[in-house]
DNA sequence: ATTATCTATAGATCTATAGATAATGC
DNA sequence: ATTATCTATAGATCTATAGATAATGC
């Protein structure tokens, strides 16, 4: 195939990190091979390489899309929806049922944290826009002082995610998602006063 | 060799277990190949099988006897030592620095959410373990009445340590690790009033 | 004689590369 | 003519098995 102009190519590097993405947080990152990923995208491995220079690239790149979606997706919430209906969605009991559709960071935190400064770094940025659309719903007037605690009380969230999806008692896991809601609501209140 | 009788094979497999431990917290459990799991514990691939069905059952073993550890270390510490102690020292700055000493959850969570049942009933029974130690030393006269919010506390403690893995700005870091510990201790003590 | 471990290997899968192919824009 | 994608493959590594070996207990 060919010539589709710039468009067409970069319209499937952006199928591909898409699919990719679902895949990761599904299977995980080192359990997905680039032929699964290719295949995922109706493509063959050969053409990943035209793509990304390594599998750590794509990492990189999805790494960045997934948090970026996750910040459009907080920042396109009403106006007028506080704290409460974030952490509420973040921990409802579906969540930890659909890790494809679901939070990057409790599909991937672990595995990320053992990978190379340029996957770690996208992360870090990534994750701040999404602390900083949080911190800006939370203190209007002066958002960065709220930014470490937002850190500290999203990583809660993010801990409890990953719990109640490892706990094999459904029931146990419900109440730990209940409990998970009311200290991240602790924690966010004390940040507010 | 041979007929050392029970216990030398005992010996060997527990040797396996512990040095897999460790590399699994440092390299992922995908990523750790039995031929170097092996390795690691002064054998060769092939013996792998005289100890274990397959790999998911080593990693069932392996959970088992990190939560068993950690357990074990949390129960020892000095009866007068209390809560605060064991956040701090959770938190500490050189914790995450140590994922091969550190904390199993913090390093495996994800990758545990994603295994068989085997693996995740051995997680669930052995993080049951250490949460009722805690318990028992928050609430001495109604452990079980503390469980659920133990249980929600430490995951947002795993979730602080992993993301203060995967962050690369190492001020920003420390900053969360310290405020990890005020909404730790503050959770807590909701749990003791 | 027993058996824990080793050697060797099967068959699958991994990341990555090289060169062929085919579909479009000029 | 250009180039996105495909086919084919290299070389490494993966989990798992089969049979050989060697070191000890009886």
Redesign the pocket.
Known sequence: ??????E??E???RRIVETSGRRFKVDGV?????????ADA????????????????LVAGVVAEQLGGQREAIAALPADSGIEQIVRAYLSVEHPDHPGDGCPSAAMLDEIGRCDGVVRRAYTDGLLGVIDVIAARLEPDDPSSARVRVLATFAGMVGTLQLARALTDRHLSDQLLEQGVAHALANFAVADE
Chains 1, 2 share one sequence.
């Open positions: 195939m060919a010539r589709y102009g710039k067409h190519k319209q499937t590097r080192n359990a997905s091979g680039i032929a699964t990923l290719m109706g493509l063959t491995n050969g053409a990943f390489y035209a793509h990304f220079a390594s599998k750590d690239d």
